[in-house]
């Protein structure tokens, strides 16, 4: 028998700001977060980001500890403290037994590069002993063990842009089961280093001038940052504690395109939303708002456009649709966590987040994207979709928890 | 040469500890520095005193006066070279 697994924490730090608040207010305001980006090494031609806003380390960390802790981690702690505070586990041993789980699509970059240049052009002979434990992909979660005395199983997931998504697809298998009771999971990634915006860069993905999801005149992605995280319960572990609900996680359809490496797969596409629904037990028309991929890209909106339509018909033109990458930027594996969060926000507030910069549709992208001014709206189930490179799909499937 | 002000300054900043509580014999396991944590504080210190402190040396420095003496030695042999 499976257990009903329910919502009762969300952590977020993003270019919108610190906390859930901040996040989800700079969503439903339609600005976006995107502008020019404060550079930290030479300098460099990609030019926009939606960047974490300036932060003291020594607000959040022990000055004996941040050794230890790439920027990836740091914004993971943050957001992992936040989330437990708000499930209302900050104090006790209740977290000892559970899991944490942190998806990361480009790990310790900072720290990598860091080495890089001091290896490669200062010619240094050696390095900081700490760059292993400090780079590895899996630190963040480590961290978060570490800081929360998490002693359940611990570790990090990465598939790319679903990074976040596949995070919490298995913390809420874990729960299912029975494995645990109690998980965090979501995504955490920093990708504002030299190296990693070239490469972007020479992807040939990224905007020169904004992320305008589903628009006629989109143009690319923008990079963010960021970390959201998410506390899972089983839903009678959460009503022994009195503890109260955002929302349950009903389904996770997962896919392979198993095609290309870059190019979405409307088939596959398709297919991970058949499976959420399936497994969520409800009808195409019954979705009440749909968190989509929604990158920028001319061919990603393209395919999820006409994916969407493949699976709901006619029901594809009513049901909203909207990307908060828009306001929050690419945000890599954490994407799909902080829009997580905003899918679950959107259900305990019945309101549905806009898509920024949208000024019309085209042939393919015709469908109703909430364009430029959040929407209240009924939402009783609500998808979150995340196709990552490499052909990864996840939809989360949220509902009301009533 | 190496002087305990130094090493106690490098200590403070890094590990985030009152200088005051630095003394020669402390052991730094008392001040809650580790080997792993020990790694950084040594490797401030090779860059302050330009020298390297090799890898069967670390296992050996129990205190804050083992630093300050093997530091010493590892300067006077390589003046001697």
Request: hydrophobic share 40%.
């Given at each position: 028998?499976?257990?009903r697994?329910?919502?009762t924490?969300?952590?977020a730090?993003s270019?919108l700001g610190?906390g859930?608040?901040d996040?989800w207010?700079g969503l439903?305001?339609g600005?976006?977060?995107i502008k ?5 090494g030479?300098t460099?031609?990609?030019?926009l980001?939606?960047?974490v806003p ?22 993971a702690l943050?957001?992992?403290?936040e989330?437990?505070q ?17 998806g ?6 900072h720290?990598?590069e860091?080495?890089y ?10 390095v900081?002993?700490?760059?292993i ?7 963040a979660a480590?961290a978060v ?10 570790f990090s997931?990465t ?5 976040g998504?596949h995070a919490?697809f ?5 729960i299912q089961?029975?494995m645990v009771?109690l998980?965090?999971?979501?995504g ?6 030299f ?11 990224l ?6 999801p ?5 143009n ?6 960021g970390a ?9 572990h ?5 503890q109260?609900?955002?929302a349950?996680?009903v389904?996770?359809?997962?896919s392979s395109d198993?095609?290309h ?7 596959s596409i398709s297919l ?14 019954q979705?009440?708002?749909i968190?989509?991929h929604?990158t ?6 393209q ?10 018909k006619?029901?594809?033109y009513?049901?909203?649709i ?5 306001l929050?930027?690419?945000a ?8 997580a969060v905003a899918?679950i ?9 806009p898509?920024a910069n949208f ?10 994207y909430v364009?430029?001014v959040?929407?209240k ?7 979150s979709?995340?196709f990552a490179?490499?052909?990864?799909n996840?939809v ?6 009533i | 040469m190496a002087s305990?002000e130094v090493?106690r300054d490098v200590i ?12 020669p014999g ?7 520095i ?8 040594l ?8 020298v ?6 670390v ?9 300050l003496?093997?530091?010493n030695e590892?300067?006077n042999?390589?003046?001697?070279v």
């Amino acid at each position: 028998m499976k257990r009903r697994v329910v919502i009762t924490g969300l952590g977020a730090i993003s270019g919108l700001g610190f906390g859930v608040d901040d996040f989800w207010q700079g969503l439903c305001s339609g600005a976006s977060a995107i502008k020019e980006i404060v550079e930290e090494g030479p300098t460099n031609s990609v030019k926009l980001g939606a960047q974490v806003p300036e932060f003291d380390t020594a607000d959040y960390f022990d000055v004996s500890k941040i050794s230890f802790y790439d920027r990836f981690s740091q914004l993971a702690l943050i957001s992992a403290r936040e989330a437990i505070q708000d499930a209302g586990l900050a104090s006790g041993d209740i977290l000892r037994d559970a899991a944490v789980i942190i998806g990361t699509g480009c790990g310790g970059k900072h720290t990598d590069e860091a080495t890089y240049y001091q290896l490669y052009v200062k010619k240094s002979a050696r390095v900081h002993p700490l760059t292993i434990p400090k780079g590895m992909p899996s630190a963040a979660a480590s961290a978060v063990s570490m800081d929360l005395g998490i002693k359940g199983p611990s570790f990090s997931v990465t598939s790319a842009c679903a990074s976040g998504a596949h995070a919490i697809f298995q913390a809420y298998s874990m729960i299912q089961s029975g494995m645990v009771d109690l998980a965090l999971a979501g995504g955490t990634d920093s990708p504002f280093t030299f190296g990693l915006s070239k490469s972007w860069e020479a992807l040939r993905v990224l905007s020169p001038d904004g992320c305008r999801p589903f628009s006629s005149n989109r143009n690319g992605m923008v990079l963010g940052e960021g970390a959201g995280i998410i506390v899972l319960e089983s839903e009678q572990h959460a009503l022994k504690r009195g503890q109260s609900i955002y929302a349950e996680i009903v389904a996770c359809g997962l896919s392979s395109d198993a095609d290309h490496m870059t190019r979405p797969n409307q088939t596959s596409i398709s297919l991970a939303i058949h499976k959420a629904l399936a497994q969520a037990e409800v009808k195409p028309f019954q979705v009440d708002y749909i968190n989509a991929h929604g990158t920028g890209t001319v061919l990603n909106d393209q395919v999820e456009s006409l994916a969407i339509k493949e699976v709901f018909k006619n029901y594809a033109y009513e049901v909203p649709i909207s990307s908060s990458k828009s306001l929050h930027g690419h945000a890599m594996g954490a994407s799909s966590a902080l829009e997580a969060v905003a899918t679950i926000k959107s259900i305990a507030d019945q309101i549905i987040p806009p898509t920024a910069n949208f000024t019309a549709g085209d042939e393919f992208c015709d469908l109703d994207y909430v364009p430029n001014v959040a929407r209240k709206h009924s939402i009783n189930i609500a998808l979150s979709n995340s196709f990552a490179f490499g052909g990864s799909n996840a939809v989360l499937a949220f509902k009301r928890y009533i | 040469m190496a002087s305990l002000e130094v090493i106690r300054d490098v200590i403070s900043k890094e590990m985030n500890i009152a200088p005051e509580l630095i003394e020669p014999g402390t052991h730094l396991i008392d001040l809650g520095i580790d080997s792993l944590m020990a790694l950084t504080v040594l490797f401030q210190l090779e860059d302050r005193f330009n020298v390297e402190i090799p890898p069967d040396i670390v296992d050996t420095i129990i205190t804050v006066d083992d630093i300050l003496t093997k530091i010493n030695e590892l300067q006077n042999s390589s003046e001697h070279v």
